[in-house]
């Protein structure tokens, strides 16, 4: 066995070496619609890439740019490859999140042919902390601390099939690469 793991694409893929010439957003949604937030605390099966999707939509409601919205949908595709760890064990975890950090870099070079400015980090971390609000009230029933947040979206925490939200990433994911690609 070598230092990788075996997409659903069956590709190779060493998550500490990335070549990008391996990440498909294929994998991405595919991984992405099957991991529970939440580490699976939730009282219903809530996928990162149903959350993603969400991400995207709310970014597109704020009149966001295009790559930014694109961006919120690849926010937590390194998951994908790593899994994902809560909070505040991450924060105390200065390898993984230097690894996460690194790896998300090439799968933003990669699908938006450019790393993020900080601002569009902060626009994309302001829309997934107001998401996370609603994921802990709706989730968990648990009361949060901070003020409700205002989206643009309305949120559906109904559960749907692996392969429709894998689906629908993909046709989002292909309709702002399309966009982003005419605009240049």
């Known amino acids: 066995m070598g230092s990788y793991i075996t997409t659903y694409t069956h590709r190779h893929f060493d998550p500490t070496d990335p070549d990008p010439e391996l990440i498909l957003i294929e994998d991405i949604a595919h991984a992405l619609s099957m991991l529970c937030r939440g580490n699976g605390h939730v009282s219903s099966f809530w996928s990162v890439g149903e959350h993603c999707i969400c991400c995207a939509k709310e970014a597109a409601g704020r009149g966001l740019s295009k790559k930014v919205i694109l961006a919120c949908l690849l926010h937590d595709a390194s998951e994908c490859y790593m899994s994902d760890v809560p909070r505040p064990l991450k924060q105390n975890m200065k390898d993984y999140k230097q690894q996460e950090s690194s790896l998300l870099d090439v799968i933003y070079r990669k699908f938006l042919g450019e790393a993020l400015t ?4 902060k626009q994309i971390k302001a829309i997934d902390d107001d998401l996370l609000w609603y994921d802990l009230e709706m989730l968990l029933g648990e009361k949060q601390d901070r003020e409700k947040p ?6 559906d925490y109904k559960v749907r099939p692996f392969d429709m939200v894998e689906r629908e990433y993909l046709d989002f994911f292909r309709e702002l690469s399309s966009e982003l690609e005419n605009k240049v």
């Open 150 to 155: 205002e989206l643009h979206i309305r949120l």
């Open 118 to 121: 900080e601002e569009e980090e």
